[in-house]
């Protein structure tokens, strides 16, 4: 097998721990009525709400460091452009649909922006380390 094939079967598998992961993160989410605190005098999340958002963070995180890693491949030609190309569409899809399922479930504004600067902040820090 070649080194492309090898890593063509690679990437699938990482694909697929990403879904399964991303299926218990949707199923987490449909059991957890509200993320945020219900006393109104404390502003932050509760403890089941952050655990998942750090289960979330945690997978993003992975998949922009493979984003990161399949741009480089792709700049340095080791990686044919239209798979690269094709794998980080693959990869960013896979990060709006959790994001875009979060936001959906919990509406409220008061959640909803806790959510954005949640992941934002971190999504800043992640850029920060490459």
Known sequence: QS???KDRIQFSKMMETFVIN????IEDISTIPTIM?????QFGFSKKGLELLEHVQEEIDRAHM????????DKI??????IAHQRIKRLEKHINKIMKIMLDT?????SNVAIQEYFQDHTDELKFRK
């Open 3 to 5: 080194w492309f094939g």
């Open 22 to 25: 991303q299926k218990k993160e």
């Open 77 to 82: 030609r080791s990686l044919q452009h239209p």
């Open 66 to 73: 493979i984003i990161i890693r399949t741009d480089y491949q």
């Open 106 to 110: 919990y509406k409220d504004v008061r």
């Open 37 to 41: 605190l219900s006393d109104g005098s």
